[in-house]
């Protein structure tokens, strides 16, 4: 008796942590061609190479805690998926990171970081690093006083990838492709 409640309390445990983290539906490496067979091409973007899916986090982790206010953009180089971002849309009273639901979710997930005795009020960045698995928590003051609140996902190999991307875009290595649909 005492060992099937020991094996049902086990289940459960597993199953709530199972449970705890998103299924982003694409895995980091995935190629762009199974985002565009289930939604179309995706919108221009500024970088060229590069592509971005921005989705609600209410359409793809329906009851997570992130229904409202956090978006979920899949970024893409080179037709490849290098990084997942959690995004919160603050108004200019910041009422999404106030909720601090961004914060929770990534603790709960990616586990505990110090925020001090007021998480309202943690402004810096936790870079959790499990295995080939590579997460930022940032919460930063931006412009016009909206905090940039981010969940950003990615692996050492694939990170890096982006910020070449990045860089030689921004030294001039990579000519701009505006106003054309890639």
């Given amino acids: ?44 973007y500024r970088y060229p190479g590069m592509n971005i899916y921005p989705f609600f986090a209410k359409d ?6 992130l229904d409202e206010g956090i978006m979920i953009e899949y970024r893409f180089v080179n037709k490849t998926l290098v990084a997942i971002n959690f995004v919160a849309l603050n108004d200019e009273n910041n009422n999404i990171s ?21 998480p309202d009020s943690f402004t810096g960045f936790h870079i959790f690093e499990k295995s080939d698995e590579f997460v930022v928590y940032q ?7 909206k905090i940039d609140e981010q969940l950003y996902l990615s692996t050492k190999k694939y990170d890096q990838i982006l910020a ?9 290595k990579i000519e701009e492709e505006l106003d054309q649909s890639q």
């Fill in 60 to 65: 793809i982790c329906p009851g997570e805690g």
């Fill in 98 to 118: 106030k909720k601090l639901t961004l914060m929770k979710y990534t603790k709960k997930v990616y586990g505990d970081f110090d925020t001090s005795q007021n």
């Fill in 164 to 172: 070449e991307h990045i860089n030689n875009f921004e030294l001039g």
């Fill in 1 to 44: 008796m005492f060992l099937r409640f020991k094996i049902i309390l086990i289940s459960i445990l597993i199953s709530a942590v199972a449970h705890a983290k998103c299924n982003v539906k694409y895995d980091i490496g995935d190629n762009l061609s199974k985002m565009e067979k289930e939604y179309g091409p995706p919108p221009p």
């Fill in 139 to 145: 919460r930063f003051l931006g412009e016009e006083n």
